[in-house]
């Protein structure tokens, strides 16, 4: 059996799959991509009326890092990758119960990294992959002094978003596979800087909120299957999670504030390029920061986070995440 590659328009270089299967088993160096769940916080439900709309906008910015070079390139400056991704999201609650919303990802990207032995700076700006879901409240209860609030969602995501920087996933192979080096010290990839995966993905996830009196437990998890995409490129499945204890600072009856705790996480499966896995490609991050959350009457709500790693990936492998914020703000109509 013959796998083809593709570098650019013009050159088609074949290898056999004994070649995919030794590239497979090569200690190069997997990049880690920027993780960014479709946002649906249960914290910021307005929940509630049926034929009621709502608008708003969140917003994640992560700085990710690595000082690990070969000794060659130990003069070079550090590798960094700065993502911002805002999600402009609007729904539409059918009943009570069900509701539909759409979300579209507005990313920009900027970094330094390691290219034909020097640094190179650069950045990608565009519209990400949009997310359509269905989401549900199979459970609520509401009481003065308690409050259970569940739901449940499911969606799919479009391939909007320009992938095109996965290019350079594929001209990597063929420069291994034609004898050129196996560790170039870069650690920002095409999967890092890529707007869009070029595939149709699913997703699902659940989302919990009690309280008893001034006393809250929250959280939020979300799978996501992937499937392949341009370039012959697969990123890996992901779960992302957070959860958290929280206290109402401020609870009258037109406005609130919640001070939370939040613990989040999340973890990638191994990425594939030719169907092959890319060993080292999977991610496994553990976060931990302050979050408040204000609400203003019944139309108006609004978040901010700031987390730090407390489990992050090898440094050795990518840059790997230093900090992230998330500020988010919906308007119900």
């Given at each position: 059996?013959?796998?083809?590659f593709?570098?650019?328009?013009?050159?088609?270089?074949?290898?056999?799959?004994?070649?995919?299967?030794?590239?497979?088993?090569?200690?190069t160096?997997?990049?880690a991509?920027?993780?960014?769940a479709?946002?649906?916080?249960?914290?910021?439900q307005r929940?509630g009326?049926?034929?009621?709309?709502?608008?708003?906008?969140?917003?994640?910015y992560?700085?990710?890092?690595?000082g690990i070079k070969?000794?060659?390139?130990?003069?070079l400056?550090?590798?960094?990758?700065?993502?911002?991704?805002?999600?402009v999201?609007?729904?539409?609650?059918?009943?009570?119960?069900?509701g539909?919303?759409?979300?579209?990802?507005?990313?920009?990207?900027s970094?330094?990294?390691?290219?034909?032995?020097?640094?190179?700076?650069?950045?990608?700006r565009?519209v990400?992959?949009m997310?359509m879901?269905?989401?549900a409240?199979?459970y609520?209860?509401l009481?003065?002094?308690?409050v259970i609030?569940?739901?449940?969602?499911?969606?799919i995501?479009?391939?909007?978003?320009?992938?095109?920087?996965?290019?350079?996933?594929?001209?990597?192979?063929i420069?291994?596979?034609?004898?050129g080096?196996?560790?170039?010290?870069?650690l920002?990839?095409?999967?890092?800087?890529?707007l869009?995966?070029?595939?149709?993905?699913f997703?699902g996830?659940?989302?919990?909120?009690?309280?008893?009196?001034?006393?809250?437990i929250?959280?939020?998890?979300?799978?996501?299957?992937?499937?392949?995409?341009d370039?012959e490129?697969?990123?890996?499945?992901?779960?992302?999670?957070?959860?958290g204890?929280?206290y109402?600072a401020?609870?009258?009856?037109?406005?609130?504030?919640?001070?939370r705790?939040?613990?989040?996480?999340?973890?990638?499966?191994?990425?594939?390029?030719?169907?092959?896995?890319?060993?080292?490609?999977?991610?496994q991050?553990?976060?931990?920061?302050?979050?408040?959350?204000?609400?203003?009457?019944?139309?108006?709500?609004a978040?901010?986070?700031?987390?730090?790693?407390?489990?992050?990936?090898?440094a050795?492998?990518?840059?790997v995440?230093?900090?992230?914020?998330?500020l988010?703000?919906?308007?119900?109509?």
């Amino acid at each position: 059996m013959k796998y083809c590659f593709r570098a650019g328009t013009a050159v088609v270089v074949h290898v056999s799959a004994l070649s995919i299967l030794l590239l497979a088993l090569l200690p190069t160096t997997a990049n880690a991509c920027d993780l960014c769940a479709v946002f649906n916080a249960i914290e910021t439900q307005r929940g509630g009326s049926a034929h009621s709309a709502y608008l708003g906008l969140a917003n994640q910015y992560t700085y990710s890092g690595s000082g690990i070079k070969p000794p060659e390139l130990d003069n070079l400056k550090d590798q960094y990758l700065r993502s911002n991704i805002s999600q402009v999201y609007g729904g539409y609650w059918l009943t009570e119960r069900i509701g539909l919303q759409a979300n579209v990802p507005f990313i920009f990207k900027s970094y330094r990294r390691i290219e034909d032995g020097q640094n190179e700076r650069g950045s990608e700006r565009g519209v990400g992959d949009m997310s359509m879901l269905l989401k549900a409240v199979p459970y609520r209860l509401l009481r003065d002094d308690v409050v259970i609030n569940t739901e449940i969602f499911g969606g799919i995501k479009l391939p909007t978003g320009d992938s095109d920087r996965l290019q350079e996933e594929l001209d990597e192979v063929i420069n291994i596979v034609t004898g050129g080096p196996l560790d170039t010290g870069n650690l920002v990839g095409g999967d890092d800087l890529a707007l869009g995966s070029g595939s149709t993905d699913f997703f699902g996830g659940i989302g919990l909120f009690t309280r008893y009196q001034n006393w809250v437990i929250s959280g939020n998890a979300q799978y996501t299957y992937r499937q392949e995409g341009d370039f012959e490129y697969r990123y890996g499945n992901d779960f992302q999670w957070d959860v958290g204890p929280s206290y109402y600072a401020l609870l009258e009856h037109d406005r609130t504030l919640l001070v939370r705790l939040r613990l989040s996480g999340e973890y990638k499966d191994d990425d594939e390029i030719l169907g092959v896995n890319i060993d080292g490609s999977d991610e496994q991050n553990v976060f931990l920061g302050p979050e408040l959350i204000y609400t203003g009457g019944s139309h108006f709500s609004a978040k901010a986070s700031f987390e730090l790693p407390l489990e992050a990936g090898d440094a050795a492998d990518g840059v790997v995440p230093r900090y992230r914020a998330v500020l988010n703000a919906a308007w119900t109509f």
